[in-house]
């Protein structure tokens, strides 16, 4: 079992930056994709950012392309994402998610999740 915990939602402004991150456990699947996703509210989840397990592939939505970045704290066992410049469109609870399959893209088939955090971007 591998579990996942996200921290570091918020409620900011727009313009605005925040770091999510989450902390892997369990049975540490070295060679796992993992991957951001998230929902806004009444809207179905959707993919945000991916990475492979080696870190270097990462995929991003077009929605966030040029604003966030995924990253992966091997020495604390953790995945991060960074987003920048937010925007009120980006509120959502953000999820984690690792693929056992090893790719990290938004198709792949992701076996754990995390609880979500809420992001709120005021405009």
């Known amino acids: 079992q591998v579990q996942l915990v996200e921290s570091g939602g918020g409620l900011v402004q727009a313009g605005a930056t925040l770091r999510l991150s989450c902390a892997v456990s369990?049975?540490?699947?070295?060679?796992?994709?993992m991957g951001w996703f998230r929902q806004p509210p009444e809207k179905e989840r959707e993919f945000v950012a991916g990475?492979?397990?080696?870190?270097?592939?990462?995929y991003y939505a077009d929605s966030v392309k040029g604003r966030f970045t995924i990253s992966r704290d091997v020495a604390n066992n953790r995945m991060l994402l960074q987003m920048n410049t937010l925007k009120p469109e980006d509120t959502a609870v953000y999820y984690c998610?690792?693929?056992?399959?090893?790719?990290?893209?938004?198709?792949?088939?992701?076996?754990?999740w995390g609880q979500g955090t809420q992001v709120t971007v005021s405009s």
């Open positions: 990475m492979n397990w080696s870190g270097t592939n990462k």
């Open positions: 998610a690792a693929d056992a399959t090893g790719s990290g893209r938004s198709n792949s088939k992701y076996d754990y």
């Open positions: 369990g049975r540490t699947p070295s060679r796992y994709g």
